[in-house]
């Protein structure tokens, strides 16, 4: 008789290496306050800090935060420009420490429709953090839609198939993920929302099929290093089947 096997957690199950975050919360964090939404968004920014200084620590390589969707311009003008100048203070004061400290920033999301100061900013903060290619790669979603990314990603391949290059038949899923903009980022791992919102308000559709989800009451702005170690700590307990069976009956039936 095969011995029985050990359920205890003396093994640890891996954590994700690739978490995305959808940093919510941050108005009704003001609003508890009585403060402006925007003073809010401020307070997000330094969670952003906090979390992306404990991530690696944590096991996570890869970084992907929503930092604005495509619906975010239904905001009031004074909020998107408000979000717009928090990316660039953010950009400014924190991008020389982050490319010393080892970090690839990368941009995800369509660059139509920023304004010039913005798509300067997100150029620099590519190039500046190029060099840190393989190290902890944190990527920013702005002027995110995953449904705007797979309606351009299948543009991408009408155009090859369009110019003769490729037939429509050559197309699978694996080809499909090369042409998303997370493309050179590694496999999704885990998804986390704060605020308590149960949602992913169109946040990488695509690539979130077999990604575990985790949603939290915090707010964004209390966000940082327990409440992620805490979110890591779920996933860990998951059980990720991928369409097959339970991972321990996988090894007591092989
Ligand atoms: C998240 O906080 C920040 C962005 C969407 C850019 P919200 O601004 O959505 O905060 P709530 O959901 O109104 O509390
Ligand atoms: C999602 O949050 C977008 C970001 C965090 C940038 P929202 O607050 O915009 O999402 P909804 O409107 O509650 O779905
Ligand atoms: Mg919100």
């Known amino acids: ?147 705007a990314d797979i309606v351009e990603a299948a543009r991408r391949f009408a155009h090859v198939v369009q110019s003769g290059q490729a037939r429509p038949d050559d197309l699978d899923e694996a080809g499909f993920d090369r042409l998303l903009c997370t493309a050179k980022g590694p496999p999704l791992d885990l998804v986390v929302r704060t605020s308590g919102e149960v949602r992913l308000s169109n946040f990488l559709l695509w690539e979130a099929a077999y990604a575990e989800l985790v949603f939290q009451e915090i707010l964004w702005p209390d966000y940082g290093a327990e409440a992620l170690a805490e979110a890591i700590e779920q996933y860990r307990r998951r059980d990720r089947r991928f369409g097959g069976v339970e991972s321990h009956d996988a090894v007591a039936a092989g």
């Open 1 to 147: 008789m095969p011995p029985a096997a050990d359920h205890s957690s003396a093994v640890q199950a891996p954590g994700p290496k690739h978490v995305a975050i959808i940093m919510d919360g941050n108005g009704r964090w003001a609003k508890a306050r009585g403060m402006p939404r925007a003073l809010g968004h401020r307070a997000g920014v330094q969670a952003l800090k906090r979390t992306v200084e404990a991530a690696p620590g944590l096991g996570v390589e890869c970084l992907t935060v929503f930092g604005f969707s495509t619906e975010n311009w239904r905001r009031p003008a004074q909020e998107v420009s408000e979000l717009m100048g928090l990316v660039k203070l953010y950009v400014q004061t924190d991008l020389a420490r982050l490319a010393r400290e080892g970090v690839q920033v990368r941009i995800l999301g369509s660059r139509q429709g920023l304004p010039p100061d913005i798509l300067e900013i997100v150029d620099r903060a590519e190039a500046a953090t190029a060099h840190n290619a393989g190290g902890f790669l944190l990527q920013v979603a702005f002027n995110y839609g995953g449904r």
